[in-house]
């Protein structure tokens, strides 16, 4: 299993278990450590991962961190741990004791469902106020996982984390502000939009008239911005025919597929959402432009080449149990149930590997 893999399936892990986690050291067992874990650092070699190392820079108060992970016989990052209900607000100062009483470069707080990522951007050994990277795991991201990897004990150069630390951190505070402002816009947000189409002078009253428009002109323009991109995602329903379809075994044991007129069928937002994460994963192999899909009474068929006997998967979301099916060397069909779309990336590689057996083909 690669590293997305196994990030996708510890944030399944956590939906799934967190309510029946009523203590600290239960987060730590179930969510932290197999996190460390993910990282390719064995949790349970003293020589690569320290539970409860002292950093206590008095010598005297026996403070310990959760866990020090070691390279070469030096803590390069620490871990501040919580339980899982924990606001992780209430607790960084803690962390900012220990990262000064040790050597380690990074500092991470974490309550199993989100991480903070620190290190000393702004004074040597002083951690920063600000964490460079925070991840939830219970929605976490693509360009996150790519992030994470570089902390993983094959990959991890303190070089390389720090030259990108700095950027993330002010892209962070750039998209709250950014957030903020569409929120509520500030007086100089508004005065320089104002400037562009008002030609009077811009009194108070003037300011105060143009703080709603801004504010509803920016909500208007995302608006149109998620319009445009829905409408690409469905121009390709256009022309695609409405029928039920079965599948036998043809010549060479292919896919067939037989069709039945039926013109009761309803393409949802789910299946669209499961098309697009299906996509998604197989621009790593083709051009997404050769990714089409099918609607059927039964199930919503994703085909290659928009191509019947070329299907990557199937999604059976008519149902109390949703399922996805994958399609073997075979190409039989392999049913898989699934609670929700993100689990959809469990089957990553079944997907790609389809896509390989057709072209190699």
């Not at 990959?155 to 951190?169: G, H, V």
């Amino acid at each position: 299993m690669d590293f997305k893999d196994t990030i996708r399936q510890l944030s399944e892990r956590i939906s799934k278990l967190k309510e029946s986690l009523l203590t600290e050291e239960a987060t730590k067992n179930a969510f932290i450590m197999p996190f460390i874990q993910s990282l390719g650092y064995d949790v349970f070699n003293p020589t690569e991962v320290v539970p409860e190392m002292d950093c206590d820079l008095v010598k005297k108060k026996g403070e310990k961190i959760d866990y020090a992970i070691l390279s070469e016989g030096e803590a390069i990052m620490l871990f501040e741990c919580k339980h899982w209900q924990q606001n992780l607000d209430l607790h960084d100062t803690q962390l900012q004791k220990y990262f000064v009483a040790s050597k380690a470069k990074f500092g991470v707080l974490t309550n199993g469902i989100e991480y903070r990522f620190y290190t000393d951007l702004e004074k040597p050994n002083i951690m920063d106020e600000t964490p460079f990277l925070v991840v939830d795991m219970e929605n976490i991201k693509d360009n996150q996982i790519e992030e994470l990897k570089k902390f993983h004990k094959s990959y991890f150069n303190i070089e390389d984390i720090l030259s990108t630390a700095n950027d993330l951190k002010y892209m962070s505070a750039l998209r709250g502000a950014i957030k903020e402002e569409f929120t509520s816009p500030s007086p100089d947000l508004v005065k320089i939009l104002t400037k562009k189409v008002y030609d009077g002078i811009v009194t108070q009253k003037v300011l105060e008239q143009f703080t709603e428009l801004v504010k509803r002109s920016l909500n208007a323009h995302i608006n149109d911005v998620m319009a445009a991109r829905l409408n690409f995602a469905l121009k390709t329903t256009e022309d695609k025919p409405t029928e039920e379809t079965t599948v036998e075994a043809g010549a060479d044991n292919e896919v067939v597929e037989e069709t039945s007129d039926n013109h009761n069928i309803v393409t949802t937002e789910e299946e669209i959402s499961s098309y697009l994460i299906v996509k998604a994963i197989c621009c790593q192999k083709v051009d997404v432009k050769r990714i089409a899909y099918r609607d059927a009474q039964s199930y919503f068929n994703v085909l290659l080449d928009d191509n019947n006997r070329k299907p990557i998967c199937r999604m059976y979301f008519n149902r109390a149990q949703k399922y996805i099916a994958t399609f073997n060397a075979e190409k039989k069909e392999e049913k898989h149930p699934i609670s929700s779309l993100n689990e959809i990336y469990n089957f990553t590689n079944e997907i790609l590997q389809a896509i390989e057996m057709y072209d190699n083909k």
